[in-house]
């Protein structure tokens, strides 16, 4: 992935590119490579007080099928190759109202309340999924013709013997929702709230929740701690918990009912030298008592690039991937091993 300015203009591109290999000893396996770039830049007409912004993206995805099965052979039937073809567009409008307090203190002199009101719509279309492999949850894109709207706080507190802002001293609260313009029935997703502290020098803390607006209350909410030090090492604590596992952001109305989800999730990443880390992260679901996703990584650092080994294993499945990342460029080889 990457951002570039876009010939002489004011536009800028971006671009995600994506190699992975899905090897199975069973089951149907694919070189797919996925090509994402975007072009997005302000209208004209923006003012000093209206924001106003367009993005324009085609991403395609090709894959290269290989069957280690009779019945996956006689599934594609000597279809080697496929591939698909979604593109999105995207409209922004956004205002950004502001007021300060003046403070006592004697380190901070200034409180700012920023009030980011933001309108936008989204559209993406693509072709039929349907004779696609599913390798993963990538496989299968969702089409969108929504509205969003959303209303954003942020707080800050000012230094006068700095020249920007005390970027550690920040908070925000915001809210959002979405409008489905495609669905008959329920249009509205659920109202998004998310809470934001940064208050302290090594510490975050954020609480997000959704809220039904068909009588269905709190369908989802997550607390998160983030801790840092000065040595680069850093730990995270997560609890999530979902009324329905099966709905997803922006977590529309639905009618199917299972037990709900409550898992905990830990991070922890820690420079064991100068080139050297190590990361830990695991799932642990306290619905089912039992750790569903685990992973472990050895990191090695350089100033141009990185490599990561990582080893994985879920409730199903056990795997192993090479991430190599060049300066904004990211090639992924995951190589998946049979459950043992």
């Not at 850093?234 to 409550?262: C, G, M, Q």
């Amino acid at each position: 992935s990457g951002l570039l300015p876009f010939l002489q203009t004011p536009l800028d591109l971006t671009w995600g590119t994506e190699y992975v290999y899905f090897w199975r000893d069973e089951g149907v396996g694919a070189h797919r490579i996925d090509l994402f770039p975007q072009i997005n830049g302000p209208f004209p007409f923006s003012s000093p007080y209206l924001e106003t912004s367009y993005l324009f993206g085609i991403r395609e995805t090709l894959y290269f099928i290989e069957p280690h099965d009779s019945e996956s052979e006689t599934l594609y039937d000597d279809r080697d190759f496929e591939e698909r073809t979604f593109y999105n567009v995207q409209f922004t409008g956004a205002t950004t109202l502001s007021r300060d307090y003046a403070l006592s203190s004697e380190k901070y002199k200034i409180f700012r309340h920023a009030v980011r009101p933001e309108l936008s719509y989204l559209l993406v279309q693509g072709s039929d999924q349907e004779d696609l492999p599913f390798l993963d949850d990538e496989d299968r894109l969702l089409e969108k013709n929504w509205l969003q709207y959303s209303l954003n706080n942020y707080f800050r507190a000012i230094r006068l013997d700095e020249i920007s802002l005390f970027r550690t001293n920040f908070s925000s609260f915001k809210v959002s929702q979405v409008y489905d313009l495609d669905a008959e029935d329920h249009p509205f997703s659920d109202i998004y709230f998310e809470f934001i502290i940064r208050g302290f020098k090594n510490l975050f803390l954020s609480y997000e929740n959704t809220v039904s607006v068909y009588g269905e209350g709190v369908t989802t909410y997550t607390l998160q701690a983030r801790y840092k030090n000065q040595r680069g090492d850093r730990l995270s604590l997560n609890y999530h918990y979902k009324r329905d596992p099966e709905i997803s952001p922006p977590y529309f109305y639905s009618v199917t009912r299972a037990e709900s989800l409550s898992e905990l999730s830990t991070r922890l990443e820690s420079r064991i030298s100068k080139l050297f880390s190590i990361k830990f992260d695991s799932t642990y679901s306290l619905s089912s008592d039992n750790t569903v996703n685990s992973t472990l990584s050895l990191i090695y650092h350089n100033p141009c690039w990185t490599l990561e080994f990582a080893a994985n294993r879920s409730t199903d499945d056990t795997g192993f991937y090479l991430l190599l990342s060049l300066a904004g460029i990211s090639t992924p080889l995951d190589i998946t091993l049979p459950d043992f």
